[in-house]
């Protein structure tokens, strides 16, 4: 397994544009100061702010906000319209979008890990984004036996012992991207698809596994937002354009 080395991300346009064939990817910080969390968290919804006062820790309250406070930025800046005027719905599997009076074509889907989060954004497609940390103290069970396709889990137990955690979460991103494109939540069985491992082709078209009906629909693309933080993009189509935008509040 080839660990990557953490890829260029660029500061955004002042009023971002996206065509419909391109993604674009956002990086965040979610560690943000004092002044920019107050403002970050003025942009929230009624039910937000309540959800961000259940949290216990206060590092995770801020972080919530912040994520929250982002995504409403971000999608503002597209959109032309004040952050906390967004309104959001989900879907039966509980996958969130925007509300109807914003429009159909404008997608999203967001991820987060510790600090760290990234939110896709497309024009008309579908789209999913993971991302987690490596964890250290990640035991070496029967994980991927029981959540991965057959083939993938013989792939990563041919690995050498100090590879497969690593590559344990190179795949465990990469699927749940996939998930969260799909929009079908837990109903969509891990070990019913496979994704690819290894590096040596960062941007592929995915199997479906048993819904061959989807073969070919979507497309995965490898990302290393940070040291030890694997993530995944997957969209639906092909010749898409990457675009990696870093979020800042200025």
């Known amino acids: 397994m080839n660990a990557s080395l953490p890829e260029a991300w660029h500061e955004p346009p002042v009023l971002p544009t996206i065509r419909q064939n391109e993604v674009h990817v956002w990086l965040a910080d979610l560690d943000v100061p004092a002044l920019a969390a107050g403002q970050l968290a003025a942009s929230l919804g009624a039910e937000e702010s309540i959800q961000a006062n259940r949290f216990r820790f206060p590092v995770h309250r801020k972080r919530f906000i912040a994520r929250r406070g982002v995504l409403r930025l971000v999608l503002g800046r597209y959109l032309g319209i004040e952050p906390a005027a967004l309104e959001f719905r989900r879907s039966t599997y509980g996958k969130p979008f925007l509300g109807d009076r914003h429009g159909p074509e404008l997608r999203f889907n967001c991820s987060h890990s510790g600090n760290l989060a990234l939110l896709a954004v497309t024009r008309g497609r ?29 792939m990563l137990r ?53 819904d061959s009906g989807e073969d070919g629909r979507w497309t995965m693309t490898a990302l290393r937002p940070a040291p030890s933080h694997p993530a995944a993009l997957v969209v639906e189509g092909m010749a898409c354009t990457l675009r990696r935008w870093k979020w800042s509040l200025d």
Do not use: H, N, T
């Open 158 to 210: 041919a690995l050498p012992a100090r590879q497969q955690r690593e590559a344990f979460f190179e795949l465990w991103v990469r699927k749940e991207a996939y998930v969260k494109a799909r929009g079908m939540g837990l109903s969509l069985a891990l070990d019913s698809f496979e994704v690819p491992l290894g590096d040596d082709e960062p941007v592929v078209s995915l199997r479906a596994g048993q």
């Open 126 to 154: 579908e789209v999913g984004v993971d991302i987690e940390r490596v964890k250290p103290d990640f035991s070496d069970d029967e994980i991927p036996e029981r959540f991965f396709a057959p083939r993938e889990a013989a």
